[in-house]
């Protein structure tokens, strides 16, 4: 059996034994953590940084994590809405006002967080190099029309969610949306999460491994499906582009931040926890019920799937056994589920993508299940 590295609980051995079976049979590397009551009680990491097999994957180990990124950018939101700076409920643009062109002067902040914004992508022709160009990302999407009426129907904002709250956030503070969350939130968490990577930590950072070719359709992990970098979306991401440099310094906050499960872990405890978390109080109780009230039940007609959206997070659809929990995870299988009621956090991160359609490949799935059965163990 796979080797892993770290520390567990006993009643959470279930963890460590589903990490190692997947290390044995699907993935190349990953790490796992659960987070109860705002403290660990399982960081495990194992495998290795490289599809060679050659170099182990070690404790300080990042890489992007790409859609899991979106749960770090709805927090900075969530925040703000706590202390009174932004109101979920009022028009974009009286936060951002060139937003209210082209006949989008009544959508408001609560649709961005939850897809049903009409603005799943660019209209003009994009680039990759275009997304590390903030002004230009950003002014391209104040500029557009709605493909629908805002808040009717959803469609998963792959991309460009992260421009949009993040420039709501940039207009509201003054900083940056990775500014942002290095100062309030990542900081005082002493978390390993960046949104924007300075260049110092470029030593620790392990690449993704594209999926098997086999697996590259349209489809993807639970509550992922991320469509625009299948090459159907403006503009098509490789997973080779999150191996560059560029990328790796550009602020992409719906798929370009790094860490890793104890990080992410880390930061989404706060949600979990009622707002605090190891002594460090981000959010009011009331705050953090915001993740969770429904913004959005229905089709995805991006995803294809059925969704339930609250104010950044997909929600509790049946698979997840308590109702008060939310989640998101990351092109090519990383996740994090934040349970409000059991005060847990599981999350996962792994290097070796895969895509196998439908409701994800049953990595983080089974972490999370394993989680479970160890909290009512």
């Not at 790796?248 to 931040?257: D, F, L, N, S």
């Amino acid at each position: 059996m796979a080797q892993t590295h770290g520390t567990y609980s006993d009643r959470f051995s279930g963890v460590r034994e589903t990490l190692e079976e997947s290390l044995e049979t699907h993935d190349v590397g990953a790490s796992v953590a659960v987070y109860l009551d705002g403290e660990p009680v399982v960081d495990l990491w194992g495998g290795y940084a490289d599809a060679t097999r050659t170099t182990p994957w070690q404790r300080d180990s990042i890489l992007n994590t790409w859609s899991t990124t979106k749960t770090m950018t709805a927090l900075c939101a969530l925040i703000l809405a706590d202390r009174g700076d932004l109101d979920l409920t009022a028009p974009v643009a009286r936060y951002w006002p060139e937003f209210a062109a082209a006949g989008k002067q009544d959508v408001e902040v609560r649709h961005l967080l939850s897809h049903t914004a009409g603005l799943p992508t660019w209209d003009e022709p994009m680039t990759v190099a275009d997304l590390y160009d903030w002004p230009k990302a950003t002014a391209r999407l104040a500029a557009q029309a709605p493909r629908w009426e805002p808040g009717t129907q959803a469609g998963y904002h792959a991309v460009t969610q992260g421009y949009l709250v993040g420039e709501v956030v940039r207009r509201v503070t003054g900083v940056s949306l990775g500014t942002f969350f290095a100062r309030e939130v990542a900081g005082p968490l002493g978390a390993d999460f960046h949104i924007g990577l300075p260049a110092e930590h470029d030593g620790r950072v392990i690449p993704v491994i594209p999926p098997p070719a086999a697996d590259q359709e349209p489809g993807g992990g639970q509550g992922e499906a991320e469509a625009a970098p299948r090459g159907r979306g403006n503009p098509p991401i490789d997973p080779a582009d999150a191996n560059t440099v560029a990328w790796r310094r550009a602020e992409i906050p719906a798929a370009g931040g790094h860490g890793n499960a104890r990080s992410v872990g880390a930061v989404q405890s706060v949600l979990a926890c009622g707002g605090t978390a190891r002594g460090v109080r981000l959010l009011s109780p009331e705050g953090c019920e915001r993740a969770l009230a429904e913004q959005y039940r229905g089709p995805d007609g991006i995803l294809g799937v059925p969704m339930r959206y609250g104010n950044g997070y997909g929600l509790h659809s049946g698979w997840l056994p308590n109702p008060r929990t939310c989640f998101w995870g990351g092109w090519g299988g990383s996740m994090v589920v934040v349970d409000l009621d059991a005060r847990m956090t599981v999350s996962y991160v792994m290097n070796q993508m895969l895509d196998q359609g439908g409701t994800g490949d049953g990595r983080a799935l089974g972490i999370v299940m394993a989680a479970y059965d160890g909290l009512s163990g």
